[in-house]
């Protein structure tokens, strides 16, 4: 079965230090992989997603960067980290257009 | 940029009973979907339904799609309190991205 992997779940960081938050998904290949950021009790906003490796499509200019160096990993990165950086990202999965699969997300704070 | 948008954004109701909410978009649309988030957790699916479709049930969720207006209404039945979550309509226009809603905070009372 296909699950999605996400971490830390929780991670606080000071202004101007650097971000790298993981995901990986276990049992499906080549699958379209997404990054979210949920700002408190708000909707959804698509930062980044990929529908292979190397291969990323950015939704909105931002502080932020994502890479896919294997086919089930993505990385969300950032070099210095603003206070609006702070929020809840949350990584996804689906293939052939498929509904998503949502890992449990990352509480990021920055202080 | 979020396409969609539910009302309302909070509702309160006791056990027993039903819960509508609506979610409207502003774009023509391939599919809609709904999804539940609890409370610090990720999200999970619920249905899709498809532009060409008008009705769709699964248990006791009940979607409606209107395409003529650009709205849908997901309605849960005889609610419980572990119905208690966000719910978000997401969209997508045949591509790879998904569009999601604000989302609607239900708060089902025991």
């Known amino acids: 079965s296909q699950t999605i992997h996400q971490w830390p779940a929780t991670l606080v960081q000071p202004v101007g230090s650097p971000l790298s938050l993981e995901c990986t998904v276990e049992?499906?290949?080549?699958?379209?992989l997404y990054w979210y950021r949920q700002a408190a009790g708000r909707g959804l906003q698509l930062l980044f997603y990929?529908?292979?490796?190397?291969?990323i499509s950015s939704e909105v200019p931002q502080n932020l960067s994502a890479s896919r160096p294997q086919d089930r990993q993505f990385i969300l990165s950032s070099k210095k980290l603003l206070l609006s950086d702070s929020g809840f990202y949350l990584c996804?999965?689906?293939?052939?257009?498929?509904?998503?699969?949502f890992g449990d997300g990352t509480r990021l704070s920055i202080l | 940029s979020q396409q969609g948008e539910e009302d309302p954004q909070a509702l309160s109701i006791q056990e027993g009973e039903n819960a509508t909410m609506n979610c409207s978009y502003k774009?023509?649309?391939?599919?809609l979907q709904w999804y539940r988030q609890n409370s610090g957790r990720g999200l999970v699916h619920l249905i899709l339904?498809?532009?060409?479709?008008r009705e769709k049930h699964s248990g006791r969720l009940r979607v409606t799609l209107d395409t003529s207006k650009k709205s849908s209404s997901l309605l849960i039945t005889a609610s419980r309190a572990a119905d208690t979550a966000s719910y978000f309509c997401?969209?997508?226009?045949?591509?790879?991205?998904?569009?999601f809603g604000t989302g609607t905070s239900l708060t089902v009372i025991p």
């Open positions: 339904i498809r532009s060409n479709e």
């Open positions: 997401a969209t997508d226009k045949g591509g790879n991205q998904f569009y």
């Open positions: 996804a999965w689906s293939v052939n257009r498929q509904p998503q699969h």
């Open positions: 049992g499906t290949s080549n699958p379209n």
């Open positions: 774009t023509s649309i391939n599919n």
């Open positions: 990929s529908v292979g490796i190397g291969q």
